[in-house]
Structure formats: structure tokens, C-alpha cells
């Protein structure tokens, strides 16, 4: 099995700063793809930011300039760091790895419990 573990959410002041943090653990034979998703009440969860390689970053256009992701490729770890929050950052925000657990493995999904983000204006 897999597990995702996020940290670092909390609240912040509207212009702050917060670095968040992903560990994935268990069997992984390789990671394809870390995210970050975020979900605020009454909302569709969306995807804030995706790395698959170094050179390969997706990010949402409310997002771009402010948010960063990061990956360390060998500790299967990943970092959404995010400046500059505005309220209508607030929501829970979720790692998702997009891995293979064995080499004879499908593709498979996995997703954290989450850690929640308050922006106060």
C-alpha cells in the first residue's frame, strides 16, 4: 500500500507565506507525477499544481507567479510553496501521487488526507 502524508497548512495573514509538505511512504517503484489539489466549501477539488519531471510544471492561472512546486525524485517527496496568499486561497489542500507500486503494476492514484489553508483578508 501507499500513503500520502501532508504538513505545513495552517492560517496566514492575506500577503503571507506557506510551504507545505508531502511524504509519500510504502510500496512505490516509481512516481510519474506529484500534485497538489485544493478544495474550498462548496467547490469542485482543482488542481493547483502538477510536476511529472524538472522540466515538466503545470500550474493554475490563479496560482502562477505566487505558488511553486518542488520535488525531491529520491525521497519521493513534494513541497507547494506558496507566497503572496490571498483569502480565496483558503481551502484543504491535498498531495496526489501518480506511481507505479510494482514494475508489473497498473498505473494508480493516490491521494492524501489533506492539510487545511487559511487566508485571513
Known amino acids: 500500500q501507499v500513503h500520502l502524508v501532508e504538513s505545513g497548512g495552517g492560517s496566514v495573514q492575506a500577503g503571507g507565506s506557506l510551504t507545505l509538505s508531502c511524504a509519500a511512504s510504502?510500496?512505490?517503484?516509481?512516481?510519474?507525477?506529484m500534485s497538489w489539489y485544493r478544495q474550498a466549501p462548496g467547490k469542485e477539488r482543482e488542481l493547483v499544481a502538477r510536476?511529472?519531471?524538472?522540466?515538466?510544471?503545470e500550474y493554475a492561472d490563479s496560482v502562477k507567479g505566487r505558488f511553486t512546486i518542488s520535488r525531491d525524485y529520491m525521497k519521493d517527496t513534494a513541497t507547494l510553496r506558496m507566497e503572496d496568499l490571498k483569502p480565496e486561497d483558503t481551502g484543504i489542500y491535498y498531495c496526489?501521487?501518480?506511481?507505479?507500486?510494482?514494475?508489473?503494476?497498473?498505473?494508480?492514484?493516490?491521494w492524501g488526507e489533506g492539510t487545511r489553508v487559511t487566508v485571513s483578508s
Open positions: 510504502g510500496r512505490i517503484f516509481s512516481i510519474n507525477a
Open positions: 496526489n501521487a501518480d506511481l507505479y507500486e510494482t514494475r508489473h503494476d497498473d498505473r494508480s492514484i493516490h
Open positions: 510536476k511529472r519531471s524538472q522540466l515538466e510544471t
